[in-house]
Every structure is written in C-alpha cells, then in structure tokens.
C-alpha cells in the first residue's frame, strides 16, 4: 500500500511555496524601489516636498544624475530651452564661459584641424549639435541638402568666416600639391559614395555643381557655398574612419520593456498608466478634502481598486474617470496585490534571477505604486 503523501509533498503545497516564495521577492523589490522615492504625504500637511531624498546626502548635480538613472526621470530642462533661454538674455555669455571655465576642458585640438575639446563644446552648448541615428541623418543629407549647404540658423558672420577660411585653406593645399596634384585636393573636398569610391574626385564635384571641373579655384568661384560646406563635411569624414564601427561612448543596449518600446518608437508606455494611476493614488491619499474619496481605503489600494472598477460605469468621480476604457472587467482571480503583480511579472517573462531588479525598476518608474502597494 503507497504510503500518503506528507503535506509538503503534494503538488498544491510545491506550488504554494513558489508563490511564497514569489511574493517574498516581490516585496523585496518593492522595499528596495521605495527607498528611492519620496514618501507620500497627505496633501494638507506639508509645505514642499524633496523628490531627491534619497540622494540628498550627494552633491546636487551626482544627486540628479543617480536620480535619473534609477527614476528614469528627468533631471533638467530639454537643452532647446536652455538655448531659447540664452538667446533671448536670459542665460548670458557669461555664464556660459564660467560654466566652461569650471570643466577645465583641454585646448588641445580633437584632431588635426579641428578645434579643441573646449570650443566644441562651446558650438555644442549654443548650437545644439546632437547625436543622429543612421535614419535621420540620412534625413538630413537628403532633404536638407546638410552635405552642401548651410542650415538656415547659421548666422551670416559664421557663413562668412567658414567660406573665408575654405579659401585660405583651398590656396595652401593647391600651393602645396602642385601641378600634378589636383585629384588629392578634389578627395579632400568631396567624400567618397559608398559602392562609388572609384569615383573621380572631380567629376563627383562637377555633378554636385552642374558644369565640368577642371580647375578647383574656379569650382571654388562658381559656388563657395557648396564647396566650403562639403569640404567640412569631407573633412569630418575622414576625421571619424578611425571610429567607424565603434559604439557610441556611454551607449547602453535596452533591458526592459519600457526601454525597448522607446528605444523603437520615442514615446513613454508608463505615461498612459500615469493617467490613471495617479488620480487614484491621490484618492487614496486623500485625507478627507476631497468631495467624493475613494471608498474601502481601509482594505488597501489594490482591493479598493478592484470594488470601483466593478462598481460600474454610470456616475463617477473625475479620478475614476480612465478605469472604463483601460481597466480590465471582470473580478480578478486573487485579491492579494503581490500576488497577481508576481503573476504578472512571470507573464511578461522576467528572469527568476533578475525579477527583483527588474521589479524595482518598475517600481521607480511608477512612482506612485511601491507606497499603495506598501499600503
């Protein structure tokens, strides 16, 4: 005769312990996100509230920087404002030089030719020079006609100069190749086309310009524009082969959802859970101000969540007002919240390894949800 099954043997009791044991790492991540986020007052009891308290005990700009990385958030204005602020005074060139004073950036050039690591960021901080992906700047290139021309927001004192400095240069390099050295000069003004660079230099210049080119001064007079534009764009070129293939700097691949979806597409999957999420947590926290609260508040967010999304459609305070197009219907099978958080994290396929890391991560990025949820 078999002998019974101890408890702890059966299926439902294996099962139970890996539930236990999936809420057990669920509440650490929660504990470990939380500690990163402000704690949530009731809205009549405070004057401010320090969203980096967490990272209060670092210099303020470290403080943003982690604040950034582990909130997602943030931490300063776009850099468009920061120039819209010194176009119009209200950032002086003043302080743009005490800022830069301050870095103690090298003079020395990036590469031969070029200016230095201080007055690249200079053009950088005013002019907005920016990373591209391969698609926009071919974009660029073809729409905008960037390899030829001049954007429309370069000032006509830089035009000037930049042509003015093409010709000099053009002079010494034509003075210095010499009679037979034509084609070397016409490469370093027009880059080779990929699958092309056989290419004659000069008859590549002559389709840019619409006539033949036999003499580089006289291509220079038919179109300083272009051929000081695409000299510069040439001479980037070549000053970047050495990096072709390299990564960029800092660049880090995606490791979650949210990141993947706005790695593809640039807009944010938490901003429409914010839409909901937050007018409920403020009817949870609300602490008798409100007109109509949230009811059953005693029994935890989650569970009086569950009772105004089913307690229909007809009449609702504004703070309910997304649950009917973006909540489930239907009672869920289990009202315990880290249950079906640890059901859902499962589901979408989180490493048992990395589930409490990626639970954190979450967490932060909803600040809202570890203190609910904690309540």
């Known amino acids: 005769m ?6 702890s043997e059966t299926p439902s ?12 790492r669920l509440q650490q991540a929660i504990e470990r996100g939380a500690k990163f986020l402000p704690v949530q007052w009731a809205l009549e009891v405070f004057v401010h509230l320090n969203l980096l308290t967490a990272f209060q005990h670092l210099p303020f700009d470290e403080g943003v920087r982690q604040a950034e990385e582990k909130l997602k958030v943030r931490g300063y204005w776009p850099e468009d404002r920061y120039r819209e602020a010194l176009k119009v005074g209200r950032i002086t060139d003043e302080d743009v030089e005490a800022v830069l004073a301050d870095e103690q950036l090298s003079t020395e050039p990036i590469a031969p030719g070029f200016p230095s690591q201080a007055q690249a960021t200079r053009l950088v901080m005013r002019y907005g020079v920016g990373v591209e992906t391969l698609a926009s700047l071919r974009w660029v290139l073809v729409e905008r006609d960037a390899a030829n021309r001049f954007g429309e927001d370069v000032p006509e004192v830089a035009r000037a100069a930049v042509i003015g400095d093409t010709r000099t240069w053009l002079e010494g390099q034509i003075a210095a190749a010499g009679p037979g050295g034509t084609l070397d000069v016409a490469r370093k003004i027009v880059s080779p086309t990929p699958g092309m660079r056989s290419l004659d230099p000069l008859a590549k210049l002559g389709a840019l310009l619409g006539q033949r080119v036999d003499d ?13 534009v695409r000299a510069l764009w040439t001479s980037c070129i070549q000053a970047c082969e050495h990096l072709d293939g390299s990564p960029a700097p800092g660049a880090q691949a995606p490791r979650f959802h949210r990141e993947w979806l706005q790695a593809v597409g640039g807009d944010d999957p938490a ?19 409100s007109h109509w609260p949230m009811p059953d508040r005693n029994r935890g967010f989650f569970r009086a969540w569950i009772e105004v999304n089913m307690a229909g459609h007809g009449i609702r305070p504004s703070w309910a007002a997304a649950l009917g197009r973006r909540s489930p219907t239907g009672r869920p099978a289990t009202s315990r919240p880290r249950t079906r958080c640890s059901s859902w994290s499962r589901s979408s396929g989180s490493a048992r390894r990395s589930s409490t890391r990626s639970s954190s991560t979450r967490c932060c990025c909803c600040p809202g949800g570890p203190g609910c949820s904690r309540a």
């Open 216 to 228: 580089l001064r006289a291509a220079f007079d038919a179109d300083p524009e272009l051929v000081s």
């Open 2 to 7: 078999n002998a019974p099954l101890r408890q």
């Open 271 to 289: 901003a429409p859970v914010h839409e909901v999420l937050i007018p409920l947590c403020g009817s949870f926290l609300d602490r008798g101000l």
């Open 13 to 24: 009791a294996a099962g139970e312990g890996t539930t236990v044991r999936s809420r057990e």
